[in-house]
């Protein structure tokens, strides 16, 4: 059921466009659709990591910011070497993530109050910095990034897709993966078997610090500017394709594959609105209600089985 639910939905949207407009099957569309899908795809399973070990973070949006801003600052006001400011973009997000992991496990604070205060922090610290003024024109090796194709496929696709193949080797066969079922779904019992349900709390943070990190530049490479005040909408798009994809919001169980299909199935929707005309603050109406439906099957289903 996980699966099949976002798999029936995409089915049905692509019947209804298939009518409503042919155009959307067009390969210029199907590869928008695909680079769009790649950058949700690429911060859920981040997010699917998180939700799994039981918790959740509201600041992947400022964390990706911050580190465009700092990647930008680095390579453009200091003139670092394009590998060092890669580097630097990276650290900035995984000393954010590592932040959110410490206080919310060190201080017993709760995710969702942490995160959301560090959400407005790390922006706020883009904004200070930035100024209101943008970064552009960056250079090819990073425009490659979020324009480029390989072998005539998107790039971003090839990253988004990479990054899924690993992860679902690592939730669905790795010892990691079981530990961070674990650690989710019963965390006393798993203390009791000897995971240091700290260190791996603490590591989904910092992983999903990494991952923002990565959207951030292969966004930038994308617009070829980075906008501190940017990426206000990604938290929701990525909350919505784990919840789409099955993943247990109290943690203990999560999907990479349902993951992936709640990515393509929001970028699919977003797409749609476009083509039929309608205006963009349909999007979050549309993403909205897909995730009331899908939550009214799990919960549908989660009775018939209790019956």
């Keep these: 059921m996980p699966l099949s639910a976002p798999a029936v939905m995409l089915l049905i949207i692509a019947v209804v466009m298939g009518f409503a407009a042919p155009s959307f099957f067009s390969l210029g569309n199907l590869r928008a659709i695909s680079i769009d899908a790649s950058l949700i795809m690429l911060l859920a399973v981040g997010m699917t990591a998180v939700i799994t070990a039981r918790g959740i973070d509201l600041s992947i949006g400022a964390i990706l910011t911050l580190s465009s801003v700092a990647f930008a600052a680095a390579l453009k006001d200091f003139g670092l070497p394009l590998w060092l400011s890669i580097v630097i973009a990276f650290a900035t997000g995984g000393l954010c993530g590592l932040i959110n992991g410490i206080l919310i496990t060190k201080l017993k604070m709760p995710d969702f109050i942490v995160t959301l205060s560090t959400e407005l922090i790390f922006r706020g610290l ?60 019963n965390p006393t019992a798993a203390k009791r078997l000897g995971i240091s349900v700290l260190h791996y709390r603490i590591g989904v943070y910092v992983f999903m610090g990494l991952i923002a990190a990565l959207g951030g530049i292969m966004l930038t490479g994308r617009l ?84």
């Design 126 to 185: 883009a904004l200070v910095y930035a100024g209101g003024g943008v970064f552009f024109a960056f250079p090819e090796a990073i425009t490659w990034l979020g324009r480029g194709r390989l072998l005539g496929i998107p790039v971003p696709l090839v990253i988004g897709m990479t990054v899924i193949i690993i992860a679902h080797f690592i939730f669905a066969y790795h010892k990691v993966g079981a530990r961070l079922h674990a650690v989710g779904g």
């Design 224 to 307: 070829d500017a980075v906008v501190a005040s940017g990426a206000v909408t990604i938290l929701l798009n990525t909350i919505a394709a784990v919840i789409v994809g099955g993943t247990n919001l109290f943690g203990g169980r999560g999907s990479i594959v349902g993951t992936l299909l709640g990515a393509w199935l929001l970028a699919t929707i977003v797409n749609a609105v476009v083509i039929l005309g309608f205006e963009a603050f349909w999007q979050h109406v549309a993403a909205g209600a897909v995730i009331l439906i899908t939550i009214g099957l799990y919960s549908r289903r989660n009775t018939r089985t209790e019956e």
